[in-house]
């Protein structure tokens, strides 16, 4: 008898999974990100990080609706493919999602090799950084449940570093006028759906990662109900610590010294609590940016593995590994990437402009899933009203268009290299029978 294909283990329930999506979107963006917001809006950066949730918590929908239906690694990719049947959309979509996490993962490398070098130790940060790439890549080559282990103990490290400076900093609240939205770009202070916007496009980015969660459905246990469950979990507990995060840290120090500062929250707990050690807080910043880079690893690799099983690259990235059960190849693809960027210059324009894909990315999810409902009679275990994926796409429509021209030259320059890609590696015409032919084996 033939020895059975390896294939990736179902070990994630729905805690895990929550867990998951939770340390994704949070992330190390809201580290850094916020002083940068109130840059734009003033005190009334709540407004832009609200503006987010619900383009976020739409979309959100429209994935849980979709992961209900097609639990499959690939995510996001296969429902474009599902719904249009084209394979150009469906690189689009996948690579862009994997262009996003891969620069995520390499601004997290630098920012945890800033922090440790920071704490005293001499070593060289770009050796630092190349160290930190090889410790998450074997984490992630062990298996899906050491990955899951250690995501599980940075998320709480992580959130607890949020729910440090929401305690500390709660009894400033009131402090200022939340509707304020003075700063030097807007002196009159007036808020405006304009501004709104452009702030929401830079928060936005901080609530990316909830789409991860697709890329791992095969691991899923039950995925058809625990992914719309966790999915829907994550990003309401993401988008509350958030917002209730914007407005501590205005309520704390003015947004003018907020925007300027290299460590807003740090900075927060330095003011609201003198009496807590700032390097602890830094340490819990290193655990945040490191959950960041080994969940998009994760993501990453399940990605290059989905869109390989389903033929739309190189047959070589969908193999298992016979004991740890892990895409090996594509995990040492993702790797070479990552290090690359790590070791390239600036990559924070490169940052914003998978920010501007992303979006992109989410109108073609949201529209597949209104093409689906029309096109396809089966419904998955979580519906949702048509309103709400055409909801999703007018409003991440909506962001776009306040997108800046060198965001929008970059993302150019990326969508070339994914058509430069797809025109090499232009997938089968038998890859959508064979997704098909994949349904019967998810249960």
Request: net charge neutral; hydrophobic share 55%.
């Amino acid at each position: 008898m033939s020895e059975a294909k390896p294939h990736l283990e179902r070990n994630i329930g729905l805690l895990a999974l929550t867990l998951y999506g939770v340390g994704d979107i949070l992330g190390s963006g809201i580290y850094g990100l916020v002083g940068k917001a109130a840059g734009e809006m003033g005190s009334a950066v709540w407004m832009a990080f609200l503006v987010s949730t619900v383009a976020a918590g739409l979309t959100g929908l429209s994935y849980a609706s979709l992961g209900s239906r097609y639990p499959r690694a690939g995510g996001a990719a296969y429902m474009t493919y599902r719904a249009f049947n084209s394979g150009f959309l469906s690189y689009i979509v996948g690579l862009a999602a994997l262009a996003s996490g891969l620069t995520s993962m390499a601004a997290a490398a630098r920012v945890f090799s800033g922090y440790f070098t920071g704490l005293g130790v001499h070593l060289p940060v770009l050796v630092v950084a190349i160290l930190f790439t090889v410790a998450v890549a074997l984490v992630v080559f062990r298996g899906i449940r050491e990955s899951l282990f250690a995501n599980g103990i940075f998320t709480l490290i992580e959130v607890s570093g949020l729910l440090i400076v929401l305690a500390v900093g709660a009894r400033f609240l009131g402090s200022v006028d939340y509707l304020d939205a003075t700063t030097v770009a807007n002196p009159t202070g007036e808020i405006g759906l304009p501004l709104v916007l452009t702030g929401a496009v830079l928060t936005f980015y901080s609530f990316v990662g909830f789409e991860d969660m697709l890329n791992v459905a095969e691991e899923v246990k039950e995925p058809r109900k625990t992914l719309p469950r966790g999915l829907i979990l994550s990003v309401l507990i993401s988008s509350f610590i958030y917002v209730s995060i914007s407005v501590v840290a205005v309520s704390v120090i003015p947004a003018p010294e907020l925007a300027v500062s290299k460590q807003p929250l740090v900075d927060v707990v330095a003011k609201a609590a003198p009496w807590f050690p700032t390097p602890l807080f830094s340490v819990i910043a290193m655990f945040a940016v490191s959950n960041t880079a080994l969940l998009n690893f994760v993501m990453g690799s399940r990605l290059l593995y989905g869109m390989s099983r389903h033929g739309l690259i190189p047959k070589a990235l969908n193999k298992i590994h016979p004991t740890r059960h892990t895409p090996h190849v594509a995990i040492v693809v993702v790797w070479v990437l990552f290090v690359i960027l790590v070791l390239s210059g600036d990559i924070s324009s490169l940052g914003r402009a998978t920010s501007v894909l992303l979006l992109s990315c989410f109108v073609i999810v949201n529209l597949s899933l209104v093409v689906l409902q029309r096109k396809e009679k089966v419904s998955g275990t979580f519906e949702v009203p048509v309103f709400v994926p055409i909801l999703g796409a007018i409003i991440c429509g909506a962001l776009l268009t306040k997108a800046q021209s060198a965001e929008l030259i970059m993302a150019g320059s990326i969508l070339a290299v994914i058509l430069a890609l797809y025109a090499i590696m232009r997938p089968k015409a038998t890859a959508i029978e064979s997704m098909d032919e994949m349904e019967n084996e998810i249960p």
